[in-house]
């Protein structure tokens, strides 16, 4: 289904064929109008969809929520299997304004991470979604860890890609090229780093959607001017055995779940 916006530049799935999602049955398309067109939508408008599932880290969300839903024309759905409130990390529920099957199509899809992103890379109806939006969004983004829910949906397979410190070299698995930036854009797909880097990506991306100057009004109204009072948010600045030891414990984790994410999309 196309979209009248201007904007949107269908993102395709590397190697899609190859997973085993059968979307028809897990992931329905919203039924046409009565009169077989597409849903009503504007030149002007922008629709953003947020993915929601269990645990995500909720800044990841909130955070470039609290920029993009400020974009003009800016159309933002919350989108998760059903409508029940989705439990965060951090003990705050998330509460959907949409589902999967009813969810119209998105001019740009945010994937947040957290730990529930590693469960959500083998939930069928998830990764069903993520690769029916690929289809027809302008722009498909992720924070954190939410590049291997990307990964997973066949997304990252030959492209430069960012995600969280300690588990960066695992997105090696999906065929991505891991890269060490905040935020990284490769065609229409854009991956943020570590949790604080998705206001980055929703800022920059922001400035694709409307011009810099929007993007630089809405960094004024949120008053965001980072000064940290420790300079510990870097991984190349922090102890060097506590990031040793949290790589380590990252690849313990979730290392089984992202080569088995990973082998049923490049087998």
Known sequence: MSSENPRVRPVHPVRADTVAVPLDAEVPTPEPAADGTAPAHGPDEVR?????????????????AQVLSRVPGARVEYVAATLDPVPSDCGLS???????????????LVVPGGEGAFDAMAERQVIGFVRRE??????VTSVCTGAF??????????KRATTHWASRPMLEAFGAQPVDDRVVDDGSVVTAAGVSAGIDMALWLAAELAGRPAAEAIQLQLEYDPQPPFDAGSAERADAVVVTRARAAAEDARGDRVERAAAAVLR
Not at 51 to 60: A, I, M, N, R, S
Not at 94 to 108: H, K, W
Not at 134 to 139: D, G, K, L, Q, Y
Request: without cysteine; negative net charge.
């Open 48 to 64: 953003i969809a947020f993915l929601l599932f269990p645990h995500l880290t909720q800044l990841d969300l909130t955070g470039p």
């Open 94 to 108: 998330l509460v959907p304004t949409t589902t999967f099957a009813e969810a119209a199509p998105a001019d740009v």
């Open 134 to 139: 690929a289809e027809r969004a302008t722009w």
């Open 149 to 158: 829910v990307l990964g997973a949906a066949g997304l990252l397979a030959g």
